[in-house]
């Protein structure tokens, strides 16, 4: 009888959590497999998943892993390679990003003045050791400053910033993030690089292949040298390439590079999304924002350093020249783009998001709904292939509750 | 390798140093992987702890290998401390390799979960519904495999995994390891996975590097093949491969 009734409040509480004294349970439907599922809460974990009773009409949304991004590059005006980031600010930006599904992420700061990121990255270390958001950033990631200086490859890089590989000169960057990089985009064909991956790999940093002019060959010694990933494939490469050689191909048919990509409707067509995911498989492809601070402020105008930069609700743009300046969504947003232009499955969308990055990045309680994991959770509907995030869970706490 | 034979079913090399030792363990491991992918689409993977499976775990991880395609399992691990614990076969396997693999799954057994028994029932299950391909294991200077100490072995053992308490030998291997301050601070219980489960493993890789390892290479090799010297089982599997060094196979008679 006490079952039942349980279950007689579930039908009436949708999807308001159940709270006995510690556990809360939530009700929906797994995205693994579209059934039912009721997945309890406990002291910050995952205690019990398990199947409702088959008389049971559950709330209809979907359960799901919280969502990992490894690349962003600020949200809600807050930009992790900027000269006014503060704490505050940092947990601003988490908080704001649960709100839009994302539990875990690692602030990416990009090619800068040396002092500048180190600067910001003792700030971020310091945000880590907050007890309410620190959970969230497991670390960080340093996108340059070893990167092709080449137009077009270097992307929106400063040219004036870029530098060659200098073990000695990472080693006091990582410094000042207390050992929180864990990832790093290098260009694989500068002077150095091969041996500054390897001693990177050594130290336990992920090595990731981006903004380059790679040859074949200099991309395989990367990977031999322990290089494991390729960032934002597709983005971060010159308009117009050599249609044999270029640095595309190699890191879509090495099994041994896992790609990130910007599936946000603006940076990749449908058909490049599409090709690559079929050329990588669901097991080498994970999804990343890349975005930019101005992600998740209302549409309009925006001064950056000299430049004018207009928000649209979807991509950031230079007015002047009507080109894509940079990315404005959550990775949320690249789950219903992934699921609208290859047709995937909600399974493998969620795994792109989700659990490849925790597998990447030894993540280990992070990734997946099971009895033990981390309760870092989000409940959505899926309303024209657009993910709805309803509420978000973090540690076992509801952080997010849609109005 | 110096020399090479086989002893009723299992097949043992003795190599110049550890380091040849891991890298032969390696190869043989990466081969038996490599084949499960190419017949399945993936593979199931049991790794082992302690001092003596340092250089095979740091040899495997530079192999050839999809770890995307692997789920990995472990031997045991000690009741009641944290996967932060010094001596926490988990945190091990994290350092010594899975951080630097990152394969596709992970089962962790938490030895300090609420409750034991869900644990080793769910663990069990895990364990059914993944058949293992490569299982890698060492011997204990007592003989045992996994925490199946002489007292507590059993052949037939009808559980996939149990709790079961150290003998003193065990103990104090831990202690001369290094892995805890005193004998005290071992823990007197674990949870292991059963002899049963491990001979069920359709290869069994067994690496025994060192001078201390001696007496139970010779009693694994030599010995009636009982509990009494838990690794003599070994000799019944249809497809184990026995790695050691020229010191732990110093006793073998030539």
């Known amino acids: 009888m006490k079952f039942l009734t349980l279950c007689f409040i579930f039908i009436l509480a949708l999807m308001i959590p159940i709270e006995s004294v510690d556990t809360i349970t939530l009700h929906g439907i797994s ?30 949304v979907y359960i799901a892993p919280g969502l990992i991004d490894v690349q962003i590059n600020g949200y809600v005006g807050v930009d992790f390679s900027g000269p006014d980031l503060t704490v505050e600010g940092v947990i601003k930006a988490t908080k704001a990003l649960w709100k839009a599904g994302v539990t875990t ?18 700030i971020l270390a310091e945000a880590r050791k907050n007890p309410e958001i620190g959970r969230s950033i497991p670390g960080f990631h340093l996108e340059g400053p070893y990167i092709s200086p080449l137009a077009g490859f270097r992307g929106a890089h400063l040219e004036k910033y870029i530098r060659k590989p200098n073990w000695k000169e990472f080693q006091e960057l990582q410094e000042a993030a207390e050992n929180g990089i864990k990832l790093i985009t290098v260009a694989p064909e500068i002077d150095g690089a091969i041996p500054f991956i390897r001693k990177c790999v050594e130290s336990g940093v992920v090595v990731s292949l981006g903004h ?72 080498n492809t994970i999804l990343v924002s890349d975005a930019l601070d101005l992600a998740g402020l209302p549409p309009g105008e925006y001064v950056r350093g000299e430049r004018k930069l207009v928000l649209t609700p979807d991509v950031v743009k230079l007015p002047k020249e009507n080109v894509l300046a940079g990315a404005a969504s959550p990775i949320s947003k690249c789950v219903g783009v992934m699921l609208d232009y290859t047709g995937c499955s909600l399974k493998n969308a969620i795994q792109m998001a989700s659990t490849n990055p925790a597998r990447l990045f030894s993540l280990y309680g992070l990734g997946e709904i099971e009895v033990g994991k981390q309760a870092d959770l989000i409940l959505f509907s899926i309303e024209d292939n657009q993910v709805v995030i309803k509420q978000t869970y973090v540690d076992g706490k509801l952080v997010y509750k849609q109005d | 390798m110096t020399k090479s034979f086989t002893i009723d079913q299992l097949q043992a090399a003795v190599y110049g140093d550890p380091n040849e030792m891991g890298e032969a363990a390696a190869d043989f491991v990466k081969s038996k992987l490599n084949g499960a992918i190419q017949q399945k689409g993936e593979a199931n993977l049991i790794l082992a702890t302690g001092a003596s499976q340092f250089s095979f775990l740091k040899a495997l991880q530079r192999k050839a290998i999809d770890w995307k395609k692997i789920t990995v399992f472990h031997l045991d691990e000690y009741k009641g401390i944290s996967d932060q614990h010094p001596a926490s076969f988990r945190k091990y396997l994290k350092e010594r390799i899975l951080d630097s693999v990152a394969p596709k799954k992970i089962y962790f057994l938490n030895g300090d979960a609420p409750d034991l028994e869900k644990e080793m029932d769910n663990y069990s299950k895990a364990l059914q519904q993944h058949p293992i391909d490569v299982a890698c294991i060492g011997i204990g200077e007592n003989g045992h495999i996994a925490f199946n100490d002489p007292p507590v072995a059993d052949f037939n053992d009808p559980k996939w995994v149990k709790l079961v308490s150290l003998d003193e030998d065990c103990r ?42 001696a007496e139970a290479v010779y009693n694994t090799l030599n010995e009636e093949i009982s509990t009494k010297c838990p690794a003599t089982v070994l000799r019944t599997h249809p497809n184990t491969s026995l790695f050691l060094d020229t010191n732990s196979a110093s006793k073998i008679a030539d």
Not at chain 1, 42 to 59: C, L, Y
């Open chain 2, 172 to 213: 104090n291997q831990q202690l001369g390891e290094g892995w805890f301050p005193t004998l005290d601070d071992v823990p007197k219980q674990a949870l292991t996975l059963t002899i049963p489960a491990i001979m069920g493993c359709k290869t069994i890789s067994c690496v025994v590097p060192d001078e201390r390892k």
């Open chain 1, 212 to 283: 380059h002019n790679g040859s074949a060959e200099q991309i395989q010694l990367a990977v031999d040298a322990g290089a494991k990933m390729g960032t934002h494939l597709g983005n971060g490469c010159a308009n117009e390439i050599n249609r044999h050689h270029n640095p595309i191909w190699p890191q879509l048919s090495n099994d041994a590079i896992t790609v990130s990509i910007i599936a946000d409707g603006f940076h990749l067509t449908q058909e490049e999304v599409r090709t690559f995911y079929k050329a990588k498989g669901v097991e």
């Open chain 1, 105 to 122: 992420y690692f602030p990416t700061i990009i090619t800068s003045d040396l002092d500048r990121i180190k600067k910001n990255f003792a």
């Open chain 1, 31 to 60: 995205y693994l497999d579209e059934n039912p599922v009721l997945v309890s809460l406990e002291n910050g974990k995952i205690s019990a998943v398990e199947q409702p009773n088959q008389n049971t009409d559950g709330p209809d």
